[in-house]
């Protein structure tokens, strides 16, 4: 079992940053994929950003085109904690965000495979 909770989130203006962090509780965060995800009032939740489980020095991430190139997802396994920093923020951006564990290493963009889910941090952009 793991647990997940974010925080970090807040209201900003367009073009503000933010980080998020998302701490996992268990032994075994190092063996986990860690996914970002966010929902917007009214639509279907859709996939932010995932860092692999593993990767020597540096970690494969992925992201969704409409945040790549202004956020970035980390991890530090030695504090159980990803983060994800988010730069040039756009109202557009306004949504939950949720981190989530995938427990099998799949790296993938699918919600449904992870696992473990946090209760999510609201981030609201204003213009």
């Known amino acids: 079992q793991v647990q997940l909770v974010e925080s970090g989130g807040g209201l900003v203006q367009a073009g503000d940053s933010l980080r998020l962090s998302c701490a996992a509780s268990?032994?075994?965060?190092?063996?986990?994929?860690m996914g970002w995800f966010r929902q917007a009032q009214g639509k279907e939740r859709e996939f932010v950003a995932l860092i692999r489980r593993s990767g020597g020095v540096t970690y494969y991430a992925d992201y969704a085109d409409s945040v790549k190139g202004r956020f970035t997802v980390s991890r530090d396994n030695a504090k159980n904690t990803v983060y994800l920093q988010m730069n040039s923020l756009k109202p557009e951006d306004t949504a939950v965000y949720y981190c989530?564990?995938?427990?099998?290493?799949?790296?993938?963009?699918?919600?449904?495979?992870?696992?473990?889910w946090g209760q999510g941090t609201q981030v609201t952009v204003s213009s």
């Open positions: 989530a564990a995938d427990a099998h290493g799949r790296g993938t963009r699918r919600g449904a495979s992870y696992e473990y």
């Open positions: 268990g032994r075994t965060f190092s063996s986990y994929d």
